[in-house]
């Protein structure tokens, strides 16, 4: 017994040779070409593609840092003529945030972390906490965030 060779199949889809176009043509009859991309020959398109090539343009301005020249950071201290000088210290170190996330912790839970990772958070903070109870939470206790 030889094996059995796999039939060749003959497609069952029809393909049409001509499509109708805009401009009433009949079935049947021949369209003229038009400049769609969506018709144009493959192999051109990859021509066109490897044609293309990415610049670099050499006097582009780098926009690296636009948004710091639009707007500078500012500075921690706005809007507090009115705040005594333990507020203002304790939400510079609130707004601080290379000492870690102050959300969910105390001031001092905080300060303390910060402390054992070797941040070195400023010791009058500590000071601050520990005479003063009431400044125990931080800045963004109570607020949804």
């Not at 009433?24 to 021509?47: C, H, I, W, Y």
């Not at 054992?116 to 800045?139: A, M, V, W």
């Amino acid at each position: 017994m030889s094996p059995k060779q796999p039939q060749q199949r003959q497609s069952s889809i029809k393909t049409r040779l001509t499509r109708p176009s805009r401009n009433g043509a009949k079935r049947g009859k021949k369209v003229e070409s038009t400049n769609s991309p969506l018709f144009d020959d493959p192999q051109k398109m990859n021509k066109k593609a490897k044609e293309k090539h990415s610049t670099i343009d050499v006097n582009k301005k780098d926009t690296t840092n636009v948004l710091n020249d639009l707007a500078p950071p500012r500075p921690i201290e706005v809007h507090q003529e009115n705040m005594k000088e333990i507020d203002k210290q304790l939400r510079a170190f609130d707004l601080d945030y290379s000492y870690g996330p102050c959300v969910g912790l105390t001031r001092l839970e905080r300060w303390e972390r910060a402390a054992s990772l070797g941040l070195d958070p400023p010791e009058e903070i500590k000071t601050i906490l520990l005479k003063n109870k009431e400044y125990k939470e931080c800045l963004f206790h109570g607020s949804v965030i």
